[in-house]
């Protein structure tokens, strides 16, 4: 292959993706509402489109012509600057999330992941703990008690939540030898080789840290309506809030993704198509958040606190003890 | 030619981001200038194809030691008046002195480093995958095993004296009531 060849498959590869997590984002947001909606034995979004098909669409335009507003104290750089610093890392982390095995398209050999870094899940890690800047930013450039709460509730709550979510995914390192998100999947081949299968508790800390990082209902205290009106995003509108809008469902698929390749085999299965079963994972994971959001109660902040450090972290740390120990013995 | 290109950015970016970070009166912008040329550096550690050590970076400094610093100023509610019209602390010349003993630090690592000899021998020791996971693991729990197990101690100090000063606190408070 001549450079020019590599060069334009990788520029086609971050078009496509890209286009298609941002579409992802777009109808992420019907499918949270209409299943949220059946959930509470309402219709949800039904008028534009069949099934209301096309509510992301109108939303998208209703967002662009809404007046972009800008509160008297804010400091005017930061307050436009939060957004796309939420709004970028979470796009990042897709660099190296392999969406399927390599397939042969016009006598050229593509891998069908962006990049396949040797420390790919540090990668992924490293960019996902700069998202809460924007978070933390947008509360405290607004000007404004709610948001500045709001921020100051999220850096918290990262903070303490990252470190059990690090230390989740510990055991399936340890266990599989490597940090490579392709080679991980290679070694999910058959159902019961799953990582769900070998580090169970593992993959349920990284679930619960996950929704955590990604500030979703039960742990949506950063935007707690009932007490902070809407917490960091208070005093965003039109586009502005659009990206903190959409970095929070990039972020949820992300997530989706990132469990799916380390504990749920990836694009591995029997009869579809590799691209056809990483999708599907992902969509069931994702019905699995709006699930959670519409069955549990949101958590006091002492509570979430107390449950961050006093429960999953001495768990995650036993995790990564035990497992360290049975592969040590055998 | 790109990775010469590259290097100069990103080493730019990092020095012209540690300048302002010291400049500013806002505290908030210093942590974001600091940030800026943290992730400099990464990409200048990824340029040595020492990835893993340009990721633990941004990881641990970005990602979680400058969340810290941010939370606290957030806090604390700073902004850049708190900083304006205390007085010096030092004594001007104490900081003249200070800043020429840096400076003079500065040059003499500049020199020993870039352009002696051993600069070469240095780059000669260092394997390929030098800053990969391996081989600084391998150092790490190998050569420099007793420095690593101490800095442990040290922040199990710092954490008994967080919460001995948080206590602390909590009763001196009740005495009042």
Redesign the interface.
């Known amino acids: 292959m001549s450079l020019t060849t590599i060069a334009v498959i990788a520029a086609l590869k971050v078009i496509v993706f890209l286009g298609a997590v941002l579409t992802g984002c777009a109808w992420a947001t019907w499918l949270e509402r209409k299943l949220v909606g059946h959930f509470q034995h309402r219709m949800g979004p039904s008028y534009a489109g069949p099934y209301g098909l096309l509510q992301p669409i109108a939303d998208a335009i209703k967002l662009i012509f809404k007046e972009d507003f800008m509160p008297d104290g804010a400091?005017k750089i930061?307050y436009t600057l939060a957004p796309m610093i939420a709004f970028i890392p979470a796009l990042l982390s897709f660099a190296v999330i392999p969406f399927g095995d390599e397939v042969t398209i016009m006598g050229q050999q593509i891998d069908l992941v962006i990049s396949d870094?040797?420390?790919g899940i540090?990668?992924i890690?490293?960019?996902t703990?700069?998202g809460?800047?924007g978070i933390?930013?947008a509360?405290?450039s607004s000007g404004s008690k709610y948001s500045?709460l709001g921020?100051?509730r999220s850096?918290?709550q990262?903070?303490s939540y990252?470190i059990a979510y690090?230390l989740s995914i510990i055991g399936v390192i340890l266990v599989a030898g490597t940090?490579s998100m392709k080679e991980l999947v290679v070694q999910q081949a058959s159902f019961f080789d799953w990582f769900i299968f070998r580090q169970p508790v593992g993959f349920v800390l990284f679930v619960i840290c996950a929704i955590a990082e990604t500030n979703r209902a039960p742990f949506d205290l950063p935007e707690a309506e009932s007490e902070l009106v809407a917490g960091y995003h208070t005093e965003y509108s039109s586009m502005k809030f659009a990206m903190f809008f959409i970095g929070e469902y990039a972020n949820m698929i992300a997530v989706a993704c990132i469990a799916t390749t380390i504990f749920l085999g990836g694009w591995q299965g029997p009869l579809f198509p590799p691209v056809v079963w990483f999708a599907i994972k992902v969509f069931l994971f994702m019905c699995f958040y709006v699930w959670l959001r519409a069955t549990l109660p949101r958590f006091r902040y002492d509570q979430l606190m107390n449950f961050g450090w006093k429960a999953l972290f001495p768990l995650a740390l036993l995790n990564t003890m035990v497992t360290a120990l049975l592969k040590t013995i055998g | 030619m790109l990775e010469v290109l590259i290097f100069y950015f990103s080493a730019l970016v990092a020095i012209a981001g540690a300048v302002l970070m010291i400049v500013q009166r806002n505290p908030v912008a210093s942590v974001l200038y600091l940030i800026l040329s943290l992730a400099a550096q990464a990409v200048l550690y990824i340029q040595l194809s020492a990835l893993f050590i340009g990721a633990l970076l941004i990881i641990v400094y970005a990602g979680a030691i400058l969340v810290l610093f941010l939370f606290v100023i957030m806090l604390l509610n700073l902004r850049g008046e708190h900083f304006e019209d205390k007085g010096p602390r030092l004594g001007r010349a104490t900081k003249y002195a200070l800043s020429v003993l840096f400076f003079a630090e500065f040059v003499v690592i500049i020199k020993e480093l870039a352009f002696t000899e051993r600069a070469g021998m240095l780059a000669a020791e260092t394997a390929a995958d030098f800053g990969g996971v391996e081989p600084v693991a391998e150092l790490l729990y190998t050569k420099y095993l007793y420095p690593f197990e101490l800095t442990s101690v040290l922040l199990l100090v710092a954490v008994v004296g967080a919460v001995l000063m948080a206590k602390r606190e909590k009763t001196a408070r009740q005495e009042d009531i």
């Open positions: 400091e930061m870094l040797n420390i540090l990668f890690f490293a960019v703990s700069l809460v800047y933390v930013l509360g405290w500045l921020g100051i850096s918290a990262m903070i990252e690090g940090l």
